[in-house]
């Protein structure tokens, strides 16, 4: 079957980069082809996929409304329903969300985080929430602490959100940026009165702390993962960090050798999310330098975004990545992120933070109405949210010795998902093998193909979802040996047959 062609028109992209120029020279391929999915259970619940939300709370300093029109959020809440993240992450401060003129002011948050909160609640999505930063340099303000559990409360008893089910004290506090500014002391004596907190209002048994929350490029801070388990116990109960590669250590796998260190420092027993993923780039390469220039070229971006998101390899990156990150051990992924127009560089909303799938106020405010639709890696990255739900146990897959070729699968009460992905320039073709004489009835399979620029070919239906390329496909390895698959250069494959 021929897939249908979506091409996005945009004015900044280059055929050049839609595969990247940076990818290395083609691997001789060494070894059989046969990829089999296995028996062995890599997480046995998994936390899902997700996105990185929130962060309008500044539209009323941007477009003299508090918070989005009523079809800029049924717009938002659409495409978010058919993603089914099981997992969110919404990070709040004291002059958004519960401060004014000195005074607990929790009510300013209905304008923007609780209708976000009230669709995760409808909707069965486990939300991350956190504060951005702390008060007090170093030393804790006792005043904005207590303030900060007393929202929490607010949340939990007075909103009865139930969504509510980790708690993010700072974000990235190793580094410099950070208002911890990487003093783990300082982290860990914050994370300790917090709890003290939590516990003094009997919210401690219904929010897991999640932590350290790094940003991390090596293996050099690993020992924030480490004392994190030595110093905390079960004050923290679910770990995270987070993560921007580039390109090459991931179309290479050795991403997934970086990120499982990191895995390994963590108890056994614990779950492990990445809390951000997104790809950054060397400044000299040639997907920094053409990054820079789009930059330079738009005068809504930041110099803090990715110019990529519009381009249909970024896709095929992001995927690899999420599938590495599941193979490590990691039970869940936040990607970064959900919408441009959530954050920008300064508060003013002239210069955003471009990472999005779309940017829901490119009409209203940043002169744009096509910036609205959807962006090509929405196709690979929302079936990795919807088809790997909550509780799914995940299942190693083991690879043929490919370059840039990587899978996954998980199974939920009998059902099944494959994602197979080759992030390399050249094609492969593989026999799709299972332990245990797998059957996978009544399947869908979706493609993915990135061509130049934003085009890719993939079909999608009138919303720009995607819509499978086969149907009621059978997948019996009781009775086959296996199933030899075409994975062209630069591609996403999932095979389901989850509702």
């Known amino acids: 079957m021929i897939l ?28 059989d082809n046969d990829m089999v999915v296995g028996a062995e ?44 993240p099981p997992l969110v992450r919404l990070m709040v401060s004291p002059g958004w969300n519960y401060m004014a003129g000195g005074q607990f002011a929790p009510e300013k948050s209905e304008d923007v985080l609780c209708k976000i909160l009230d669709f995760c609640e409808q909707q ?17 303000d006792q005043n904005w602490l207590e303030n900060a ?12 959100y139930t969504c509510i089910q980790y708690y993010n004290m700072v974000n990235e506090p190793n580094g410099d940026w950070s208002s911890i500014n990487g003093n783990y002391t300082l982290w860990k004596t914050l994370l300790e009165q917090f709890h003290q ?26 020992g924030w ?14 770990y995270d960090i987070h993560t921007y590669p580039d390109e090459a250590i991931v179309r290479s796998g050795n991403y997934q050798t970086l990120v499982k260190s990191y895995r390994n ?41 990715n110019m990529f998101t519009y381009d249909a390899f970024y896709g095929v990156d992001v995927a690899d990545a999420i599938i590495q990150n599941m193979r490590a051990g990691y039970a869940g992924n936040i990607l970064w992120d959900l919408d441009d127009a959530m954050y920008d560089i300064d508060g ?31 196709y690979p990255a929302s079936l990795l949210c919807r088809y790997f739900p909550r509780q799914t146990k995940i299942l190693n897959v083991t690879l043929p010795n490919k370059y840039g070729l990587r899978a996954i699968a998980g199974e939920l009460n009998g059902k099944y998902t494959i994602a197979i992905v080759n992030s390399h320039a050249v094609d492969y073709s593989i026999n799709l093998k299972a332990e245990d004489g797998l059957v996978v009835q009544n399947a869908d399979v979706y493609k993915y193909n990135a061509g130049s620029g934003s085009d890719f070919e993939g079909e999608v239906d009138g919303s720009g979802f995607p819509v499978p390329d086969l149907e009621n496909q059978a997948f019996d390895f009781s009775n086959v040996e296996g199933f030899e698959l075409d994975i062209p250069a630069q591609s996403f494959m999932l095979i389901t047959n989850i509702n």
């Open 225 to 238: 993962v480490l004392n994190t388990q030595n110093d905390l116990g079960d004050k923290v109960t679910t």
């Open 4 to 31: 249908k062609k979506l091409v996005l028109l945009i004015g900044i992209s280059l055929a050049f980069y839609s595969c990247g120029k940076s990818d290395p020279s083609p691997k001789p391929v060494t070894g």
């Open 265 to 305: 420092n963590a108890p056994v027993s614990a779950k492990m999310i990445m809390g951000e993923l997104g790809f950054k780039y060397k400044a000299t390469s040639d997907l920094g330098i053409e990054n820079s220039r789009r930059i330079s070229a738009d005068k809504y971006a930041s110099d803090d975004s």
């Open 124 to 140: 069965n999505i486990d939300v991350i929430i956190g504060e951005w930063g702390h008060k007090g340099g170093d030393e804790i």
């Open 41 to 84: 259970v890599l997480i046995p619940s998994f936390v899902g996929n997700g996105v990185q939300w929130g962060g309008y709370d500044l539209l009323l300093n941007w477009t003299g409304s508090a918070t989005l029109s009523t079809s800029d959020w049924e717009k938002l809440f659409l495409r978010v329903s058919y993603m089914r």
């Open 197 to 222: 907190k939590l516990v003094a209002k009997n919210l401690a048994s219904r929010l897991e702390l999640i932590g350290p929350d790094i940003a991390i490029w090596d293996v050099a801070l690993t």
């Open 348 to 378: 003013s909303g002239t210069k955003l933070k471009r990472w999005g799938f779309w940017n829901i106020l490119g009409s209203e405010k940043f002169e744009n109405d096509e910036d609205e639709n959807i962006r090509p890696w929405f």
């Open 149 to 160: 559990a007393k929202f929490v409360d607010w949340l939990l008893n007075t909103k009865n």
